[in-house]
Structure formats: structure tokens, C-alpha cells
């Protein structure tokens, strides 16, 4: 059944996430009474999952977007951070919307999100498993057996490091979008923090500065889109 579930998931997720971002941008019942350490600790949980997946694309990617919009790999990706966890693109997103779901300091978001996002990554990670368990067999339970699921082992990182190369061009390409749309997010729930509180107008300077973070951020996102379909990015 789990299985089925994650399939589902895997299949229509890129319309099925998105709708579960709503209740951000909705008011109800707060987690700090001080809306900027909402946004201070939902930043410093978000960057942590963003560098947790920019450690692992950088080092050895695993291409999770299947293959037809169904659960795929061509091979049994066990190097780089994958040595230690079995599933860190996975721990890293889930760090990027807790933290996101902090930041939009929204207690309504963390009972109805938090929970949607935690099963759907649950059934996914099951359906994933069971394709790989089917078709890299002992290889993959020796895996299994060796490395967490979800929570990382870093001993012996500096064993796995050595003699791996990071690769920039790999971690641009295959983050500039997501990156840009949870930093994107988190300035507008700061602006939104600002209006919903009659703040707007009485701070102008972080008024400003934060419109001027979003068009930087939005530039960015435009310079390595651009740089991805020009095949500046491309890697051997």
C-alpha cells in the first residue's frame, strides 16, 4: 500500500507540493511572538538543508527525477554523501520546508505541511526502495545494511572526500531553481510579516533592502537559467 502511495507521489508531486505551500501565506496561530526570529531560525534551518543537498550534488549526483515521472536509476549511486546517507536530497528538502515553515511563523503550516510533506517522502522513499531493492538485489541490501536511511553518519567523510572533486557546474544547474524559489519565499514572508504587522511604512530601509534581496536573488536565478540552456553549464 505504502508503495503505491509513494509511486502516486512520485508521479504527481510536482502539483501535488506545491498546493501544500498555501497555508504559508495564511494567517492563524503564531510560533514566536517576535516574527524576525521566526525568520532568523527558519533561514539558519533552511540553509542547512540547502547545504546539505548542495554537499551531495556537488560530490556525485543521483538523478531523482525518474525516468517518465516514475521511480528509476540506471545505477546504484553509493558515493559521496550517499556513503553516509542513504537518502540526503531527501533530508535536505525536508530541511528546507521545516525551515521555510518556521520563517512563515505559522502554526497552521507546521500541523498541515509539516505532516504532508513527512508521509510523502516516507512513501516515496518506500516505493524508491522497493524498485532498487527489485533490481539491484543483494547490491542493494548490503547498502541497506551498511548506510542510514535518513539520518547521516559523517564517520569516515574525510576518507569519502578524498580524491572527490566538487563539482560547481552540476550543483548550479541542478539547484539555481529551487534555491531561488525557497530564498524567494522567505523574503516575501518577511514582507508579509512586515504588512500583516503595520510595519511596512515604519521600517522602509529593511522595506527596501529586502525587495532589493529579491531582485538580486531573481537576477541570479535569470543569470543560471540562462547559463543552463546555453550550455555553459554542461559537465563531462
Not at 538543508?49 to 531523482?64: F, H, M, P
Not at 550517499?82 to 528538502?93: E, I, K, M
Not at 572527490?164 to 514572508?189: D, H, K, P
Request: overall charge positive.
Amino acid at each position: 500500500m505504502m508503495i503505491r502511495i509513494g509511486n502516486f507521489f512520485f508521479h504527481y508531486r510536482n502539483a501535488l507540493f506545491p498546493l501544500a505551500y498555501l497555508p504559508l501565506f495564511l494567517n492563524g496561530p503564531t510560533l514566536f511572538p517576535d516574527y524576525w526570529i521566526a525568520i532568523t531560525v527558519g533561514l539558519i534551518v533552511a540553509l542547512a538543508g540547502q547545504g546539505l543537498r548542495a554537499v551531495t550534488i556537488g560530490l556525485e549526483y543521483i538523478i531523482r527525477g525518474g525516468r517518465n515521472r516514475q521511480v528509476y536509476a540506471q545505477k546504484l549511486v553509493q558515493g559521496g554523501i550517499f556513503a553516509h546517507c542513504r537518502n540526503p536530497l531527501y533530508v535536505g528538502n525536508f530541511l528546507i520546508i521545516l525551515g521555510v515553515g518556521i520563517a512563515s511563523n505559522s502554526r497552521l503550516f507546521l500541523a498541515i505541511g509539516i505532516p504532508f510533506f513527512l508521509f510523502a517522502y516516507w512513501a516515496i522513499i518506500a516505493a524508491e526502495e522497493n524498485f532498487l531493492r527489485g533490481k539491484f538485489g543483494d547490491e542493494f541490501t548490503a547498502y541497506c545494511a551498511r548506510v542510514n536511511r535518513l539520518v547521516p553518519n559523517f564517520a569516515g567523510l574525510g576518507t569519502t572526500l578524498q580524491g572527490m572533486e566538487f563539482n560547481w557546474r552540476r550543483l548550479i544547474s541542478a539547484e539555481y531553481g529551487s534555491t531561488y524559489a525557497w530564498l524567494a519565499a522567505i523574503i516575501l514572508l518577511a514582507l508579509k510579516h512586515l504588512w500583516s504587522h503595520g510595519d511596512y511604512r515604519l521600517h522602509h530601509g529593511i522595506v527596501w533592502t529586502l525587495w532589493s534581496l529579491l531582485v538580486l536573488v531573481t537576477a541570479a536565478y535569470g543569470t543560471a537559467r540562462y547559463l543552463k540552456k546555453s550550455g555553459a553549464l554542461k559537465t563531462a
